[in-house]
Nanobody, 115 residues
Framework: QVQLVESGGGLVQAGGSLRLSCAAS????????MGWYRQAPGKQRELVAA???????NYADSVKGRFTISRDNAKNTVYLQMNRLQPEDTAVYYC?????????WGQGIQVTVSS
């Protein structure tokens, strides 16, 4: 079992920044990809960014150039630095990973961007 705990969300004005963190704990032996998803009210959950163990990254087009994903493998932690936030970035953000065929999600953290 892997537990994911997110932190760092909150309320910010448009143009501001937030940094999300997600710490993985439990029985960890082969986590490769860690990622962030988000779900806005009335919309489907979508991938925001993902990163492999060796640092390859993938971003949604809507966040390229504004968000940066990174990870600290020694701490089993993934980060999402969000700059130039816009009201359309308002959503619940979820940390995600998978191991041995199982998919794990964090509890979600609210990010609200006011205009």
């Amino acid at each position: 079992q892997v537990q994911l705990v997110e932190s760092g969300g909150g309320l910010v004005q448009a143009g501001g920044s937030l940094r999300l963190s997600c710490a993985a704990s439990g029985t960890i032996f082969s986590i490769n990809v860690m990622g962030w998803y988000r779900q806005a009210p009335g919309k489907q959950r979508e991938l925001v960014a993902a990163i492999t163990y060796i640092g390859y990254t993938n971003y949604a087009d809507s966040v390229k150039g504004r968000f940066t994903i990174s990870r600290d493998n020694a701490k089993n932690t993934v980060y999402l630095q969000m700059n130039r936030l816009q009201p359309e970035d308002t959503a619940v953000y979820y940390c995600n990973t998978r191991q041995s065929g199982y998919v794990y999600w964090g509890q979600g953290i609210q990010v609200t961007v006011s205009s």
